[in-house]
């Protein structure tokens, strides 16, 4: 199933589908507000890819910079090649702490891994504790973006599945009564959490440090009061030097939400008196990535969401449709390095407006690796054969004048007499299934042209000396 | 699994692009008044009340929070006396918590609050309740100004910027999501 198919399901509620355009475009324009009100943003977008490029360039080094500081700071580090070790690493260390209550804080990393369902299966309990991730967490969905995971979701689907799972009443859709039903409802699952499960926004080579930023305090409730603190981080989540936290903490949450700043900007150096602290640091196609050239700036990502907010195509299907942990433009170029089969048709799903370039705070490329991505599985033919040899059919026809022309003549003729069930039928042209042809003009603007008496003044080019 | 430590710093290198140079980060200043402090602080949920002086402290908190029963702090005497190895059980029945910030930041209402000001680690968000006591000439304009001026991060420690919030349902701002429900900055 490709993500047209996808996303045809999401638009079939029309109201809704306007609802999420419109919510998500409010983002996108509080996010202006809040950078424009930042005279040297434009200077800290160049600043902040400039550190994420130095730090890929020197990535080996300030892994290991960073492990000898994590150390230093009795954090004991892991390393996993990809999401099954991951998974077996943090499984691993809960047995050794005979727990079985979670505690786990926003993490896309975990997603990614598929976290959940292998702790569960292993007859752990995890609670998801960010209330979006809760609130899919009760119904058995994915996040459908990265920072608003249910943002599919109107309050009566909430207030349906908060009467179901946590008995609040039936029909109560008021999100100040129903975020305080989750507050009650998590607050017991912090204070019974044996080992709390953090994502890291940023890891401080520096420092040893992560960095872990949320509106909620969930990560901190849960990892203060928790016996074991278990950290999961990818490995571009590095940044060299404490003083580099200035850029980013002023361009995350201003790219992601239009606030000033995250409530909690939260970093985790050194365990507590007899408590433990655990990194897990995380491969998982990472290192392939960077060694593709042109798509190694996908690793530059903060996770912030602009550039799903931006996009007119994730805002009108939605982030389910992308099917991959990570969705929107972003998404569409990380997804074909892990499987480039399945999510073929991901880098397709854009305009290639460059809308998601313009806002991204790290200045990742994204509409041109859209555009690469696309080379790349046109060469290993992942995509379909139809639009494969309508693609070659058009290239040889736009490339010439004389073919163009007969086209344009042909085209023109059979669209006023062909009936409109035929040249509107979705089965030959699915540009057409929402939208009409124009009205096929008399003649082209060549035979227009041509037409014109020849006396019109040509322009005098400047003479040049030779 | 050091194998997959070698395997992994392997990648890295023979994968990583030719060296790029590190840029220096300009320490960009700007308005760093009360004034702007206070606008943005309350503007993301946060509410501002001067002091005459930490001597008044003790009263001013009866009026701003006349039903906190059970207060914990570093400056007066609170009714429980919350330290390390105080049990999670009793740190959920504080009401109100008040700790001194050592750094407010004008651009965005951030304050920084280092493990050594917080009692117990979990005490700023599990409180109903947080004050959080600033010297107002300790207000810095931007991030950089703040980070270049923390002498460490310490074990732990953490900026807050208002109470704990969350839009998850429908994008609707509700303030009080898992931590303190209300943030309020005394300065001196």
């Not at chain 1, 571009?236 to 909690?264: C, H, M």
């Not at chain 1, 972003?330 to 998601?356: E, Q, R, V």
């Not at chain 2, 980060?25 to 949920?45: K, Q, W």
């Amino acid at each position: 199933m490709n993500h047209a198919i996808r996303a045809d399901k999401f638009l079939l509620d029309a109201d809704r589908t306007t609802w999420h355009d419109e919510t998500l475009w409010f983002v996108r324009e509080k996010r202006d507000r809040a950078v424009y009100a930042v005279p040297e943003f434009q200077e800290l977008r160049e600043l902040a890819s400039q550190i994420k490029d130095h730090t890929l360039s020197r990535l080996d080094n300030y892994l290991m910079e960073f492990e000898a500081a994590a150390q230093a700071n009795g954090v004991h580090v892991h390393w996993a090649a990809d999401a099954t070790e991951h998974n077996a690493i943090i499984l691993d260390i809960i047995r050794q702490q005979g727990a079985t209550r979670i505690v786990k804080s926003k993490s896309m990393l975990t997603e990614e891994c598929h976290l959940n369902p292998y702790l569960i299966k292993h007859g752990i309990e995890v609670v998801d504790t960010d209330l979006g991730e809760r609130i899919i967490q009760f119904r058995g969905e994915a996040p459908s973006h990265i920072v608003l995971p249910a943002i599919h979701l109107k309050k009566e689907d909430v207030g349906d599945t908060f009467h179901r799972h946590l008995g609040t009443e039936k029909g109560e859709s008021d999100p100040q009564r129903l975020t305080e039903a989750a507050r009650q409802h998590l607050r017991a699952k912090f204070l019974a959490g044996q080992v709390a499960i953090s994502g890291v926004n940023f890891a401080v080579a520096e420092t040893g440090a992560v960095v872990v930023c949320t509106n909620e305090g969930n990560a901190d409730l849960g990892v203060n009061l928790a016996q074991v603190h278990i950290a999961c981080m990818g490995i571009e989540k590095l940044i060299p030097r404490l003083t580099d936290l200035g850029v980013f903490t002023r361009l995350l949450a201003r790219s992601a939400t239009g606030q000033p700043v995250t409530t909690y900007t939260s970093h985790f150096t050194k365990p507590a008196e007899g408590r433990e602290m655990h990194i897990v640091i995380v491969d998982n196609g990472r290192t392939q990535q960077l060694g593709r050239p042109d798509f190694r700036a996908s690793l530059k990502c903060i996770r912030c969401g602009a550039c799903m907010n931006t996009c007119p195509v994730y805002r009108r299907s939605g982030g389910h449709s992308y099917d991959f942990t990570v969705p929107g433009p972003i998404g569409a170029i990380l997804s074909p390095n892990i499987d480039m089969k399945k999510h073929a048709s991901l880098p397709f799903a854009s305009t290639l407006c460059g809308s998601c370039t313009d806002v991204c705070p790290v200045k990742i490329d994204i509409h041109t690796q859209l555009y690469k991505w696309r080379q790349v599985l046109g060469e290993a033919s992942e995509i379909p054969a139809s639009k494969k040899w309508s693609m070659k059919f058009m290239g040889r026809l736009l490339a010439s004048p004389r073919i163009f022309g007969m086209s344009g003549q042909f085209a023109r003729k059979a669209l006023r007499l062909l009936p409109h069930g035929l040249t509107h039928s979705s089965a030959f042209n699915a540009w057409a299934v929402a939208r009409e042809l124009p009205e096929p003009p008399k003649q082209s603007f060549r035979d227009w042209y041509q037409q014109q008496p020849q006396s019109i003044e040509q322009p005098q080019h400047p003479k040049v000396p030779v | 699994m050091s194998n997959s430590r070698e395997r992994i710093l392997a990648a890295a290198k023979a994968n990583k692009p030719v060296e790029i140079s590190l840029p220096t980060v300009p320490v960009y200043g700007g308005d760093a008044t009360v004034e702007r402090f206070t606008t943005v602080l309350t503007s993301i949920g946060g509410q501002v009340v001067w002091l005459d002086g930490l001597g008044q402290l003790p009263e001013v908190l009866q009026q701003l929070f006349p039903d906190a029963k059970i207060t914990a702090s570093l400056l007066f005497q609170g009714t429980l006396p919350v330290d390390a190895r105080t049990p999670t059980d009793i740190l959920a029945e504080v009401d109100l918590a008040v700790l001194p910030g050592e750094i407010g930041v004008a651009e965005n209402g951030a304050i920084w609050l280092p493990e050594t000001n917080m009692l117990h680690r979990a005490l700023p968000t599990i409180t109903q309740h947080l004050a959080l006591v600033l010297d107002h000439r300790r207000i810095l304009a931007t991030m950089h100004q703040a980070y270049a001026q923390l002498p460490s991060t310490g074990a732990y420690g953490k900026f807050v910027a208002g109470p704990s919030k969350t839009a998850d349902i429908e994008q609707s701002l509700v303030i009080g999501a898992h931590g303190a429900r209300s943030l309020v900055v005394l300065l001196y």
